[in-house]
């Protein structure tokens, strides 16, 4: 009988912990969804920034900018690697057309890991060197990030004629099109964070 209760008050703690988890996720979830309003791909966005949240802490704005750039950028430079395979294997086989075609793509895909991962830099200065030098930081993250979105863009342009096999083409389209969604959510959060950011200024010094 007494292993029986013991059993059972393991069950409960177990049942409670349990529903302590789904609260958590579930303000969580509530608390992005509403930071992923503006965002364009808005259930992205609250997948992509739920792993990094809980109900004892919830990333500010600026965290969340981050977190969000910071995944644009392994995805980027995952694309990076695979486009890279690709072009190495047409080049094997001497289909010049085929190279050509995924060469741009590689090219575009480098820029946006370079420009992705100068506004991770750039946005982690803000707020840290002056306020006179928010607005210059600002505008190079908007930038660079409108940057590698019109390079992930050219790129799933490009590969929409029949240069290029279409499996190929398929798997190089799905792997921009996802930095290109993750690059465009990043750059939402990112504007919602300046401007919360100038609403606590104004606050502060009306």
């Known amino acids: 009988m007494a292993q029986m209760n013991i ?3 393991v069950l409960f703690f177990t049942f409670l912990g349990f529903l302590g988890t789904i609260e958590s996720r579930s303000r969580a979830r509530l608390y992005l969804e509403a930071q ?4 364009l791909y808005s259930d992205l966005c609250v997948r992509t920034l739920l792993p990094y949240t809980s109900k004892n802490e919830l990333p500010s704005p600026q965290k969340i900018a981050q977190i969000s750039l910071a995944t644009c950028l392994s995805k980027a430079r995952v694309t990076k690697a695979y486009v890279n395979v690709i072009a190495t294997q047409f080049n094997r086989t ?8 995924v060469k741009d793509c590689l090219q575009q895909i480098n ?3 370079n420009q992705i991962t100068q506004s991770i830099k ?5 707020g840290t060197d002056g306020e006179e030098k928010f607005v210059w930081h600002e505008s190079n993250v908007q930038s660079w990030v409108s940057a590698a979105l019109t390079d992930t ?3 799933i342009d490009g ?3 029949d240069k290029i096999g279409s499996r190929a083409k398929s798997m190089i389209k799905a792997r921009f099109l996802n930095v290109k969604q993750l690059a465009s959510n990043s750059l939402a959060l990112f504007n919602r964070f300046t401007a919360k950011h100038r609403a606590s200024r104004a606050i502060k010094n009306p």
């Open 36 to 39: 992923c309003q503006s965002a």
């Open 122 to 126: 750039e946005l982690q200065q803000m």
């Open 7 to 9: 059993s059972l008050l």
């Open 94 to 101: 001497k289909n010049q057309g085929e190279y050509q075609a």
């Open 111 to 113: 820029n946006g890991v």
């Open 153 to 155: 863009t050219t790129c």
């Open 159 to 161: 590969i929409l004629g």
